[in-house]
Nanobody, 129 residues
Framework: QLQLVERGGGLVQPGRSLKLSCTSS????????IGWFRQAPGKEREGIAA????????DYADSVRARFNTYRVNARNIVYLDITALEPGDTAVYYC??????????????????????WGQGTQVTVSS
């Protein structure tokens, strides 16, 4: 079965940091660009970050650019999303998604949910004191 798995969510206090991870089973991520999305309660899912297969190209939503960082370690088949200075507004279910990429520098558009072939089940991040 081909699937993505996100890990690392939880309940954290405002101002703290969190590291989310995205791994795969049934396929390897090294030829897939990865997108990160989140869905807050009562809101639509939004794209927040994306990374090329090679890891050298990334993109971020303006709302998170200063605090979020995504990177990947293809040798370990894992992609990370570091979140710093967490705010209550970051409370959401966080998803990773994968799309086959044929150029190592290509970054999927943040608004392009339809690009993605595989999605994880999501990991809940709750920011609260």
């Amino acid at each position: 079965q081909l699937q993505l798995v996100e890990r690392g969510g939880g309940l954290v206090q405002p101002g703290r940091s969190l590291k989310l991870s995205c791994t795969s089973s049934g396929f390897t991520l090294d030829t897939y660009a990865i997108g990160w999305f989140r869905q807050a309660p009562g809101k639509e899912r939004e794209g927040i970050a994306a990374i090329s297969t090679g890891g050298g190209s990334t993109d971020y939503a303006d709302s998170v650019r200063a605090r979020f960082n995504t990177y990947r370690v293809n040798a370990r088949n894992i992609v990370y999303l570091d979140i710093t200075a967490l705010e209550p507004g970051d409370t959401a279910v966080y998803y990773c998604a994968a799309v086959k990429a044929y150029r190592s520098t290509w970054v999927p558009p943040l608004l392009g949910e339809d690009y993605y072939s595989y999605w994880g089940q999501g990991t809940q991040v709750t920011v609260s004191s």
